[in-house]
Structure formats: structure tokens, C-alpha cells
């Protein structure tokens, strides 16, 4: 996609989408399928550490029209074996929520990048084993990380290159 073609999302304007493509981490790729709909676009995160490291996992997100009052919709579109990410899609990631208890979840001052880098950041340093979506991945992990750690890589081998 090229900046400033096409008309602009109603709900996401260019600075936005600019800012965004400008602050990726270094293991992020934005892909946006229709110029014409910066509200839909596709998020691949590439980790370069950990369990995860070598596998593609794409990412797809949806900007509501509500937004910024309300936090975009994402879903994990990899198959993976993760304790904060099901094998169908969703997300644990409290920025991500629109009420969090703990007082980390979606706020009308947070940003798409935001959003980029939360998701980057389940592959490592947000990487929760203790408040887990996914709760076999977890106990998995608990019970024999080496185990853990092989069917990691089998996910990857079979769904995330």
C-alpha cells in the first residue's frame, strides 16, 4: 500500500497508519489487503527469540467505527500452541480488552502501534504461563517444558512458515 492513495477509513486516518508503519518492531510486517480499507489490515509477527523463534504468525485486525472509544478486533489466524492464544484464534492481551481489572486494558489514548507491539510482545516478554487463555498449553508447559517446547515446533513446522 502506498500512504495518502485512495481515500481514507473513515474511522483510521493516514497519520495513523503512518505512524504505525514508521514504529514497527523490527519482527513486524503491517499488510493492508484493500488500500481502500485501512480499518482491515494483516499483522505478521516474526519472533527472533524464544520458543516461538522461526515461525510466522499472521495476525488479523479489525478497526471498528467506534474506535478509539473501543479497542480493535483481532484474531490470531496461525495455529498455535500458546497459553495466552487458543487454537482458534483469540487473544489474551489485556489492551485488548475494553474493561480490564487491572486497569491495563483499551484506553481512548492508545494507538495501533500499541496494538502491534502487545502482540509482538506475547512472543516474549508477555508471554504468560499464570493467567492462561490457552489453559492445556499451560499446564503443558507446567508440566514438561520440553514436551512444551516440541509441540511448539511441530505447530510451527505445520502451520506457521
Known amino acids: 500500500m502506498v500512504l495518502g492513495a485512495g481515500p481514507a477509513s473513515p474511522v483510521l486516518g493516514c497519520p495513523e497508519v503512518a505512524e504505525l508503519e514508521a514504529n514497527l518492531p523490527c519482527t513486524c510486517k503491517v499488510h493492508f489487503p484493500d488500500p481502500n480499507k485501512l480499518h482491515c489490515f494483516q499483522l505478521t509477527v516474526t519472533p527472533d527469540e524464544g520458543y516461538y523463534q522461526g515461525g510466522k504468525f499472521?495476525?488479523?485486525?479489525?478497526?471498528?467505527?467506534a474506535y478509539n472509544?473501543?479497542?480493535p478486533k483481532v484474531k490470531c489466524l496461525t495455529r498455535i500452541w500458546h497459553p495466552n492464544i487458543t487454537e482458534t484464534?483469540?487473544?489474551c492481551l489485556s489492551l485488548l480488552r475494553e474493561h480490564s481489572i487491572d486497569g491495563t486494558g483499551w484506553a481512548p489514548t492508545r494507538t495501533l502501534k500499541?496494538?502491534?507491539w502487545g502482540l509482538n510482545s506475547l512472543f516474549t516478554d508477555l508471554l504468560n504461563f499464570d493467567d492462561p487463555l490457552n489453559i492445556e498449553a499451560a499446564e503443558h508447559h507446567l508440566r514438561d517444558k520440553e514436551d512444551f517446547r516440541n509441540k511448539v515446533e511441530d505447530y510451527i513446522k505445520r502451520y506457521a512458515r
Do not use: K, L, N
Not at 499472521?58 to 467505527?65: A, H, I, L, R, S
Open 69 to 71: 472509544m473501543v479497542p
Open 58 to 65: 499472521q495476525f488479523e485486525t479489525e478497526v471498528p467505527d
Open 114 to 116: 500499541d496494538v502491534v
Open 89 to 91: 484464534g483469540e487473544i
